[in-house]
Nanobody
């Protein structure tokens, strides 16, 4: 079955950087568009961004554009989210997902 496992979260100070990884298994990784979303308790889930199968096409939410970068390594079946210039409002649980399959999520906390 499809499995998505996020890692790399944690506590970081405002202005800092963090890279999330998502290792995937159970499906033909290289042909799918992959996504990162985030959610804060009590708020709607937000699609952070997506990356096409070849890695050359990415889209981002306006709230993260210019600060976050999504990449993928099809050989390693891994999706990445590079987050720079982090703000307290980036604090959330971050999820990778493909189709209807979601990882368990990883917490990112931006605080001094």
């Amino acid at each position: 079955q499809v499995q998505l496992v996020e890692s790399g979260g944690g506590l970081v100070e405002p202005g800092g950087s963090l890279t999330l990884s998502c290792v995937a298994s159970g499906f033909h990784f290289s042909v799918y568009t992959l996504n990162w979303s985030r959610q804060v308790p009590g708020k709607e889930r937000e699609l952070v961004g997506s990356i096409g199968s070849g890695g050359g096409r990415t889209t981002y939410a306006e709230s993260v554009k210019g600060r976050f970068t999504i990449t993928r390594d099809n050989a390693k079946r891994t999706l990445y989210l590079q987050m720079n210039y982090l703000k307290p409002e980036d604090t959330a649980m971050y999820y990778c997902h493909v189709g209807g399959a979601w990882g368990r999520g990883i917490q990112v906390t931006v605080s001094s």
